[in-house]
Nanobody
C-alpha cells in the first residue's frame, strides 16, 4: 500500500504557474500508474493527467493539454504537475492518485490510493 501527500498549492494570478508535488511512501512508487485529479466547488472530480507504468505514457485532459506537464522522479518517490498559463477555471483541490498498473482509468473509483489534496486558487 502506498501513502500519498501533495504539496505546492496556493493562490496565483491568471497566467501564472505552480508546481505541485506528491510524495509517496509505504511502497515502491515506480510500480504504480500515477496521476492527478481535481475537484472544483460544486463539480465532480475530474481527471487531469496520468503517467502509466511501466511504459511511461502520459495522458492529459483536453482542458489542460499544452499547459500542464506531468513527471516523476522515482529515485525520490515524487510525482510532479507543472501547471503553466493557469486560468480561473483551474481553481480546484488537486489530488494525487495511484492504482495498480498498467492503464490509466477514466473513472475516479478505479484509483486505489488518494492523497488528501492541495488547494489551487487562480484569481482573475
Amino acid at each position: 500500500e502506498v501513502q500519498l501527500e501533495e504539496s505546492g498549492g496556493g493562490v496565483v494570478e491568471a497566467g501564472g504557474s505552480l508546481r505541485l508535488s506528491c510524495a509517496a511512501s509505504g511502497s515502491t512508487f515506480g510500480d504504480y500508474t500515477i496521476g492527478w485529479w481535481r475537484q472544483a466547488p460544486g463539480k465532480e472530480r475530474e481527471g487531469v493527467s496520468c503517467l502509466s507504468y511501466p511504459d511511461g505514457n502520459t495522458w492529459y485532459s483536453d482542458s489542460v493539454k499544452g499547459r500542464f506537464t506531468i513527471s516523476s522522479d522515482n529515485a525520490k518517490d515524487t510525482l510532479y504537475l507543472q501547471m503553466d498559463s493557469l486560468e480561473p477555471e483551474d481553481t480546484a483541490v488537486y489530488y494525487c492518485v495511484a492504482l495498480k498498473p498498467p492503464l490509466c482509468k477514466a473513472n475516479a473509483a478505479m484509483y486505489d490510493f488518494w492523497g488528501q489534496g492541495t488547494q489551487v486558487t487562480v484569481s482573475s
